[in-house]
Every structure is written in structure tokens, then in C-alpha cells.
């Protein structure tokens, strides 16, 4: 598709004007160093804007510098991060902190980059914001954002990012803060990710793609569901007499379920003797896995009494069998 440059052009200032106007009185957004937006970024990592606002105040109340958090003990660190979840976090912080002591602030992408718990993304934001440097930040909200923007029918993937870092670096303005910030905030209060998003108070509603066609909810375009694991099975429907060899699943998929034997494929019908009067194929597809089976019904002298064994009218009144094994039970009279 033709990514369409002048108006992303043109979108920028709406933005910036939008954001200025429109933004939340957030606490990170006031007094704003490198180490406070480092604070708040890796803070707001999986966690939710309300979460992190108390704890951010109390946290630069106790440590309102890299020194204080650089010199601080690590049980001090996790006791102020208690509550935010995923402490790893708390660790590459102070670690961060650490660096930006002994070494100081970094003053390039890929300085910040190295920090500890600093990604692609983190680091992008942190330049924009506490730098002023024009590296763009592009996360899921980002990339829905601008996929709704273009109509973008590719796949929203790592290369998508990727191709968007470098169409908003074409068109970065010097007021990088404001439109990394305004990007965030734009797919935080207004381009909502799931149900409709609020087009109507949206700043690029008369240039967004999506929004002039009515299908803004078809993007991004997401990754085909990763294939379904096969698995092959032998499996074994043990006649004797009138009755037929059931056992119970203990484990896994179908847990609880009556089945005939069965095993992985392609090991040898252990222990199992007879005589083989009939074979077919099946497949039964579940959500995230495949069976392809080899059915074999066989006739066998004895009754093994590691099975429990049930005629045809018993199994149908009793034993409830997965519809995997349909194929299989058809053999049953
Ligand atoms: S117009 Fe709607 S879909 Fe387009 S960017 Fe704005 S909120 Fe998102």
C-alpha cells in the first residue's frame, strides 16, 4: 500500500495541538527529568496509568534521584515497588539508576538503549520525551493508531513497527515530547483498542483512512493464529466377546473422558495381541491441536484388566467418549 507521507505531515500539527489541549494532568508529565521519565516509563510497562500514579509520587518521594535509588538497598527498592507487579522491573531500574550515577545521562539512542530494562520502544520514548531527540516510539497502541490511519491491510507485526518507526522519523517534529506523548495519548483516551474508538473527538478524524471508510475496528490487521501442533495416534478398539476396552484420561486434553487405548504414533502397539479385523483413518481437529489417528479394531482372548470393559449398549448409555473417537466407535455393535 502507499503510505501516504504528506498527510502524515499534515496530521502532525493536529496532533500537537490536540494534546496540548486535551492531555491528562499526569504526575510524570511534571518536573520532568531523564531519571523521572525512566521512573515512569518502566513503571507504566504492563501496568495501568492509575496503578502507576500513586506509586510513582511515593517512589520519587523516596528516591527523587538516580543517586537515592543508585545507593538504596535492593530489598528498599522492591519494598517502594510493592503492588506493581513484575519485579524485574524494580531490579533493571535500579540498575539503570546505578548507571546513570556513575556514568550520567546518556545523550543517544542507543546509550539509552543499553539501560537496563530499556527496549526499542522504552528507549524511543525516553529520547523523545526527556531528550529531545527525534527516535521514534513504537508500540501496539502506536502501530493501531496509525494502521486504522493508513488502512493498513499488512499484518501489525515487528516489521510493521518497524516500517512505522522510520515513516514517523520522516516527519518528526522538533516538539518531540508533545508528539511521542500525543501518539500515546491518542491510543490511551481516543483510539481505544477494543469496541469502537471515539472517532468523533478524534484529531485526524478527517484524515484517518479507516475512519472515512467506517472500519476503523478492521485494524490493525492481526497475525494468523499460530498453526495447530499435529499429533499422531494409534489407536486401539480391543474387542473381546461383546465387550470393548475403555480406559479413562488422567491427564491433559479430554481429562475425565472415556477413550479407547490409544498412543502417540508411530511406537508399536505394546502389549497389545489379536487379530486385526478391521484399520481406518481419522482426524479430529481441536482449537490449538490436530489428531491424525490409525484406528485398528482387534480381537483379543483375554480381557486386560487394566482396561474397564463394557459392551456396545453400555459404553452408549454410560461411557461418554470424546467425538474425537467417533470414527472409531462406529465399529462398536
Ligand atoms: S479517526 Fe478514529 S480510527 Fe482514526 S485515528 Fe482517530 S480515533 Fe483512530
Not at 33 to 51: D, G, K, P, S
Not at 103 to 108: D, F, Q, V
Not at 204 to 210: I, K
Request: proline share 5%; net charge neutral; with cysteine.
Amino acid at each position: 500500500m502507499q503510505y501516504d507521507l504528506t498527510t502524515l505531515k499534515q496530521a502532525v500539527p493536529m496532533l500537537l495541538a490536540w494534546f496540548r489541549e486535551h492531555k491528562r494532568d499526569l504526575p510524570w508529565r511534571h518536573d520532568r527529568t531523564f531519571y523521572t521519565a525512566l521512573v515512569a516509563e518502566l513503571m507504566l510497562q504492563q501496568t495501568r496509568v492509575e496503578a502507576v500514579k500513586e506509586k510513582y509520587v511515593a517512589f520519587l518521594e523516596k528516591f527523587p534521584t538516580e543517586k537515592e535509588l543508585a545507593l538504596a538497598s535492593e530489598d528498599e527498592v522492591m519494598k517502594a515497588w510493592e503492588g506493581l507487579g513484575y519485579y524485574t522491573r524494580a531490579r533493571n531500574l535500579k540498575k539503570a539508576a546505578e548507571t546513570l550515577f556513575a556514568e550520567g545521562t546518556p545523550r543517544t539512542w542507543v546509550g539509552v538503549n543499553a539501560l537496563a530494562g530499556v527496549g526499542n520502544y522504552t528507549a524511543g520514548a525516553l529520547c523523545s520525551i526527556a531528550l529531545g531527540l527525534k527516535e521514534p516510539a513504537v508500540d501496539g497502541n502506536v502501530l493501531r493508531i496509525l494502521t486504522r490511519f493508513f488502512a493498513d491491510e499488512s499484518v501489525a507485526d515487528d516489521a510493521a513497527k518497524k516500517k512505522y518507526t522510520e515513516l514517523l522519523r520522516a516527519v518528526y517534529p522538533d516538539e518531540t515530547a508533545d508528539f511521542c506523548e500525543g501518539l500515546m495519548e491518542l491510543g490511551a483516551i481516543v483510539c481505544l483498542p477494543n469496541g469502537t474508538p471515539l472517532c468523533e473527538t478524534c484529531p485526524w478524524r478527517t484524515l484517518c483512512r479507516a475512519h472515512l471508510r467506517g472500519e476503523e475496528t478492521s485494524y490493525p490487521v492481526r497475525a494468523e493464529k499460530k498453526e495447530r501442533r499435529v499429533e499422531h495416534l494409534n489407536v486401539y478398539v480391543l474387542k473381546c466377546g461383546d465387550r470393548y476396552a475403555l480406559k479413562k484420561r488422567e491427564k491433559g486434553l479430554l481429562k475425565g473422558l472415556w477413550e479407547f487405548p490409544n498412543e502417540a504414533a508411530p511406537q508399536p502397539a505394546a502389549g497389545i495381541r489379536g487379530n486385526l479385523l478391521a484399520q481406518k483413518s481419522a482426524t479430529h481437529v481441536f482449537t490449538h491441536v490436530e489428531w491424525h489417528m490409525d484406528g485398528f479394531l482387534i480381537e483379543t482372548k483375554t480381557r486386560d484388566p487394566a482396561y474397564t470393559w463394557a459392551t456396545a449398549e453400555e459404553i452408549e448409555a454410560s461411557f461418554a467418549i470424546p467425538s474425537a473417537f467417533k470414527a472409531f466407535k462406529a465399529w462398536l455393535e
